[in-house]
């Protein structure tokens, strides 16, 4: 069974920096591309960051490029999403998803991220 | 980036209806075309896939149908665990992006 538990949210000021993580669990981990799609409170969903299944080829969306970065370790079948600068509009709950050719199978139940003073 | 436009934001209907989602793109998707359902508190699950394919363990009283720039998700009769937020996704090209959803809810 595929499982995927994100862990790292919580309260951070404007400017601040915060590191998810993505424990993945129930697949070759490191075969697949991996994400991370975001949704602000009573909003609809963003597409925020891919990485290659190797780790090697990542791309953002431009509201996060230049202050998140994506990464994999599959010695650990975790993926981490470091972000700094943080704004009130980052504010949302980061899921991690398993995806191919971006068509999202399964996804994690998420983690909370507040930015505010 | 691709616009998605869903229509409409909210129908009302009664269990065993007939429920008909629309979702337009901003310019041309192919077939890339995929439907999402999130209920309270829970993360999205994939329906449907490249327009009008069902994904595993979906019920067949759900289709899609489109290609281009108009697509449609069609539930054929309500059952009480359908009423939720639908979400369509594109994926033909970077970035993926998401509709603003349509929220089925019991009349």
């Known amino acids: 069974e595929v499982q995927l538990v994100e862990s790292g949210g919580g309260l951070v000021q404007p400017g601040g920096s915060l590191r998810l993580s993505c424990a993945a669990s129930g697949f070759i981990f490191s075969t697949y591309a991996m994400s991370w799609v975001r949704q602000a409170p009573g909003k609809g969903l963003e597409w925020v960051s891919t990485i290659s299944g190797s780790g090697d080829a990542s791309n953002y969306a431009d509201s996060v490029r230049g202050r998140f970065t994506i990464s994999r370790d599959n010695s650990k079948n975790t993926l981490y999403l470091q972000m700094k600068s943080l704004r009130a509009e980052d504010t949302a709950v980061y899921h991690c998803?398993?995806?191919?050719?971006?068509?999202?199978?399964?996804w994690g139940q998420g983690t909370l991220v507040t930015v505010s003073s | 980036e691709i616009v998605l436009t869903q229509s409409p934001a909210t129908l009302s209907l009664s269990p065993g209806e007939r429920a008909t989602l629309s979702c337009r793109a901003s310019q041309s998707v192919s077939s890339f075309l995929a439907w999402y359902q999130q209920k309270p508190g829970q993360a999205p699950r994939l329906l449907m896939y490249?327009?009008?394919n069902r994904a595993p363990g979906i019920p067949a009283r759900f289709s899609g149908s489109g290609s281009g720039t108009d697509f449609t998700l069609t539930i054929s009769s309500l059952e009480p665990e359908d009423f939720a937020v639908y979400y369509c996704q594109q994926r033909s090209s970077w970035p993926p992006t998401f509709g603003g959803g349509t929220k089925v809810e019991i009349k």
């Open positions: 998803v398993k995806e191919k050719l971006w068509l999202v199978d399964y």
């Open positions: 490249d327009a009008s």
